[in-house]
């Protein structure tokens, strides 16, 4: 059940770093989408380091 866990976390915060990406490369990136992105990265990762 753990691992099921892991990597739906793990597949959610590849998602994140793909969005991250995509807005990185627009012409004209929004900051606060940016910001957003990087909170919830962080958060996935903090509950990774956790289990």
Known sequence: ???SHVNA???KHA???Q???AELNRPS???ATIQ???RQKLRIKEELSAI
């Open 1 to 3: 059940m753990v691992s």
């Open 9 to 11: 976390l793990q597949t």
């Open 15 to 17: 998602g994140l770093e």
């Open 19 to 21: 969005r991250l990406r």
């Open 29 to 31: 990136p929004d900051a």
């Open 36 to 38: 957003a992105i990087k």
